[in-house]
Antibody, heavy 129, light 108 residues
Framework: EVQLVESGGGVVRPGGSLRLSCAAS????????MSWVRQAPGKGLEWVSD????????GYADSVKGRFTISRDNANNSLYLQMNSLRAEDTALYHC??????????????????????WGRGTLVTVSS | SYELTQPPSVSVSPGQTARITCSGD??????AYWYQQKPGQAPVLLIY???ERPSGIPERFSGSSSGTTVTLTISGVQAQDEADYYC???????????FGGGTQLTVL
């Protein structure tokens, strides 16, 4: 079965650290770019970070830049998110998602595409004193 | 920062057609995508590249685009369609994703 399963969430104090993991199965993991997307309680979706297929290119939302680090282990079909200096506003359900992105050549020029075609159910991170 | 705007809620009776809009200045130059999320479940990709449907998604879900607005249309709405729906696109540089605020669909 094609799936993503997150783990590693929990309760942490402000300023603390946490490492999230995502186990991928049912597809060739290193064929795909991957991403983390979070959802604060009762709120919408927010892209957090992404990584290309071999790990040598990463991107971060301004809200987490300098505090979070995304990485992957293709040998073990795993994605990670190291979260440091956590804040109350980082409290959210963190989803692992498979990322499809690139550019299509049309007669009028290149059109980028960028979307998530597979999601995990998420792991909850609560930052509270 | 780039924003996508959706109505917070849409209500429709079973069997009717629901239309959920999403507006953004860059949408004429970027593809739009739609996701369905039911309580406690992972989001599911419903529509990609404005109007393409992944395998396994029923034909009653369709997407369209006109200028700065994209629309998700659900024909013959069923009770099981009650969920939150999110539009998504890329930012103006095409380097990361941006989500709309989400629309809660209520089936009356």
């Amino acid at each position: 079965e094609v799936q993503l399963v997150e783990s590693g969430g929990g309760v942490v104090r402000p300023g603390g650290s946490l490492r999230l993991s995502c186990a991928a199965s049912g597809f060739t993991f290193d064929d795909y770019d991957m991403s983390w997307v979070r959802q604060a309680p009762g709120k919408g979706l927010e892209w957090v970070s992404d990584i290309n297929w071999n790990g040598d290119s990463t991107g971060y939302a301004d809200s987490v830049k300098g505090r979070f680090t995304i990485s992957r282990d293709n040998a073990n079909n795993s994605l990670y998110l190291q979260m440091n200096s956590l804040r109350a506003e980082d409290t959210a359900l963190y989803h692992c998602a498979r990322l499809r992105r690139g550019k299509e050549d049309h007669s009028f020029g290149y059109v980028p595409y960028w979307y998530f075609d597979l999601w995990g159910r998420g792991t909850l991170v609560t930052v509270s004193s | 920062s780039y924003e996508l705007t959706q109505p917070p809620s849409v209500s429709v009776s079973p069997g009717q057609t629901a239309r959920i809009t999403c507006s953004g200045d860059a949408l004429p130059r970027q593809y739009a995508y739609w996701y369905q999320q039911k309580p406690g479940q992972a989001p599911v990709l419903l529509i990609y590249k404005d109007s393409e449907r992944p395998s396994g998604i029923p034909e009653r879900f369709s997407g369209s685009s006109s200028g700065t607005t994209v629309t998700l249309t659900i024909s013959g709405v069923q009770a099981q369609d009650e969920a939150d729906y999110y539009c998504q696109s890329a930012d103006s540089s095409g380097t990361h994703g941006v989500f709309g605020g989400g629309t809660q669909l209520t089936v009356l």
